[in-house]
């Protein structure tokens, strides 16, 4: 893979049961192929995924796959409208509320101008860690511990990511699991009232959080990966359930997806408007085999979702992301403008990796410097090579930090992978000798 990042799968040992995880997105089963973009204006990721097994659970559990296949194993198109749609109700009855923010806790953020600033007017530049588990195991069909086994909600590694001068912390979610639907293992009350006990412990350590949707599916398919946007059936009521739970603490921002891509556009259709208002996609993301199923599905645009969260009463800073898997954010200005919803309160969600479209300072220069002119922009992953020498980082960090812009490495999982892994330990903090080493090197510089 020379332009663009792969989907690389890391080896997560836990309880004593190995997943095969991504970094920032879901693996496709060995042998299959992530078709490219059908947009002229699309630039798409791999053709090829690298060889890797699906996540626990190789098949979907009974009665939530709502494909069929033929002998060979082609998935057979389903009208959507025979898909057996739960109900986007809200969250269910007995939804944990938050403690109110703690004396540690972080003040609440919002946007001025270009920045971030807290309620006495300080700008805030976030810089953290994503740390996940919680948008996979839940769905996996295997645990009852949300965290599966992972020391996520422990007072050690908090205190480990602050050692390292980490201000923030991204959990990536599970929109079945939240909502509670879809046969998942861990669902309604259950998982909020985990996801909500790891807020309040994050923010009484200091730290900020973001809440990111990040997998998801349409209908009665099982959310057991990423699909290329928020979808209609389920997303909605996800956001409006997150934005009632978490609406009174603005040290929680909402990140509304974490990476919209458009590989199954319908004839005619705009990515950007897409992005904001919705579309048609034919084909939808399985986890599992047949990887895709082919059947026209609706999206949920992120005005949608943002009149969602305000509905609720929420006031918390919005993360909405570029497209081309969050990296290509050229066109996120204009058509926020003609599109977006106009919310003061939002800012450029950005995901930048070695080997994307956007990898080199012209890009930055080109595209992103003017957009940060104008807006917060909040790098919700990026990363490098585990064991080093680091390619990427040296330059991209110092850069962003010239820019004023904030984010955050995936990942603080002691995951056995090349790329993208900060930590040999999660509660001590022992950092990787690449890509570890280099990050808590950078932020404990920067005082």
């Given at each position: 893979?020379?332009?663009?990042?792969?989907?690389?799968?890391?080896?997560?040992?836990?309880?004593?049961?190995?997943?095969?995880m991504?970094?920032g997105?879901?693996?496709?089963?060995?042998?299959?192929?992530?078709?490219?973009?059908?947009?002229?204006?699309?630039?798409?990721r791999?053709?090829?995924?690298?060889?890797?097994?699906?996540?626990?659970?190789?098949?979907?559990?009974?009665g939530?796959?709502?494909?069929?296949?033929?002998?060979a194993g082609?998935?057979?198109?389903?009208?959507?409208a025979?898909?057996?749609h739960?109900?986007?109700?809200?969250?269910?009855?007995?939804?944990?509320?938050?403690d109110?923010?703690?004396?540690?806790?972080?003040?609440?953020?919002?946007?001025?101008?270009?920045?971030?600033?807290?309620?006495?007017?300080?700008?805030?530049?976030?810089?953290?860690v994503?740390?996940?588990?919680?948008?996979?195991?839940?769905?996996?069909?295997?645990?009852?511990?949300?965290?599966?086994?992972?020391?996520e909600?422990?007072a050690?590694?908090?205190?480990?990511?602050?050692?390292?001068?980490?201000?923030?912390?991204?959990?990536?979610?599970n929109?079945?699991?939240?909502?509670?639907?879809?046969?998942v293992?861990?669902?309604?009350?259950?998982?909020?009232?985990?996801?909500?006990?790891?807020?309040?412990?994050?923010?009484?350590a200091?730290?900020?959080?973001?809440?990111?949707?990040?997998?998801?599916?349409?209908?009665?398919?099982?959310?057991?990966?990423?699909?290329p946007a928020?979808?209609?059936?389920?997303s909605?009521?996800?956001?409006?359930?997150?934005?009632?739970?978490?609406?009174e603490?603005?040290?929680?921002l909402?990140?509304?997806?974490?990476?919209p891509y458009f590989?199954?556009?319908?004839?005619?259709?705009?990515?950007?408007?897409c992005l904001?208002?919705?579309?048609?996609?034919?084909?939808?993301?399985?986890?599992?085999?047949?990887?895709?199923?082919?059947?026209?599905?609706?999206?949920?645009?992120?005005?949608?979702?943002?009149?969602?969260?305000?509905?609720?009463?929420?006031?918390?800073?919005?993360m909405?992301?570029?497209v081309?898997?969050?990296?290509n954010?050229?066109?996120?200005?204009?058509?926020?403008?003609?599109?977006?919803?106009?919310?003061?309160?939002?800012?450029?969600?950005w995901?930048?990796?070695?080997?994307?479209?956007?990898?080199?300072?012209?890009?930055?220069?080109?595209?992103?410097?003017?957009?940060?002119?104008?807006?917060?922009?909040?790098?919700?992953?990026?990363?490098d090579?585990?064991?080093?020498?680091?390619?990427?980082?040296?330059t991209?960090?110092?850069?962003?930090?010239?820019h004023g812009?904030?984010?955050?490495?995936?990942?603080?999982n002691?995951?056995?992978?090349?790329?993208?892994?900060?930590?040999?330990?999660?509660?001590?903090?022992?950092?990787?000798?690449?890509e570890g080493?280099?990050?808590?090197?950078?932020?404990?510089?920067?005082?």
């Amino acid at each position: 893979m020379t332009r663009f990042r792969a989907l690389r799968l890391l080896t997560l040992s836990i309880a004593g049961v190995t997943a095969a995880m991504s970094a920032g997105c879901s693996p496709a089963p060995a042998g299959t192929t992530t078709p490219r973009s059908t947009s002229a204006t699309t630039t798409a990721r791999p053709a090829t995924l690298e060889p890797g097994t699906p996540l626990i659970g190789t098949a979907i559990p009974s009665g939530n796959a709502p494909e069929s296949t033929d002998p060979a194993g082609a998935a057979t198109k389903t009208p959507l409208a025979s898909i057996a749609h739960p109900s986007p109700t809200a969250t269910p009855a007995g939804t944990p509320i938050p403690d109110p923010p703690s004396p540690g806790a972080p003040p609440a953020l919002h946007v001025e101008g270009n920045q971030l600033v807290d309620a006495a007017g300080a700008t805030v530049l976030l810089h953290g860690v994503d740390m996940s588990g919680t948008e996979s195991v839940c769905a996996q069909n295997w645990t009852t511990d949300p965290f599966g086994g992972q020391p996520e909600d422990d007072a050690a590694t908090f205190a480990a990511m602050r050692s390292w001068d980490i201000n923030a912390v991204r959990i990536p979610l599970n929109e079945d699991c939240w909502l509670g639907i879809n046969g998942v293992e861990i669902g309604g009350t259950a998982y909020q009232s985990a996801i909500v006990h790891l807020v309040n412990d994050l923010q009484a350590a200091g730290l900020y959080v973001i809440l990111d949707l990040h997998w998801s599916a349409p209908g009665s398919q099982l959310a057991f990966s990423q699909n290329p946007a928020p979808d209609e059936d389920h997303s909605p009521a996800f956001w409006s359930s997150v934005a009632t739970t978490f609406g009174e603490d603005g040290g929680v921002l909402f990140d509304l997806y974490n990476e919209p891509y458009f590989y199954w556009l319908t004839s005619g259709e705009n990515q950007w408007q897409c992005l904001w208002q919705g579309c048609t996609l034919t084909e939808y993301v399985t986890g599992s085999q047949p990887y895709t199923v082919t059947t026209n599905w609706s999206t949920a645009g992120f005005d949608q979702l943002t009149t969602d969260i305000r509905s609720a009463g929420a006031s918390n800073v919005i993360m909405a992301g570029c497209v081309d898997w969050a990296n290509n954010c050229s066109g996120w200005a204009s058509s926020y403008a003609q599109w977006g919803s106009d919310d003061a309160n939002t800012v450029v969600a950005w995901h930048s990796y070695p080997g994307e479209s956007c990898d080199t300072e012209s890009c930055w220069n080109s595209t992103i410097a003017p957009l940060a002119a104008d807006h917060p922009i909040v790098v919700g992953e990026t990363g490098d090579s585990s064991a080093g020498p680091e390619t990427f980082l040296p330059t991209f960090l110092p850069w962003a930090d010239a820019h004023g812009v904030s984010y955050l490495a995936w990942t603080w999982n002691a995951w056995e992978d090349a790329d993208d892994v900060l930590v040999t330990s999660m509660t001590d903090g022992t950092p990787t000798a690449g890509e570890g080493a280099y990050y808590q090197q950078h932020l404990l510089s920067l005082g």
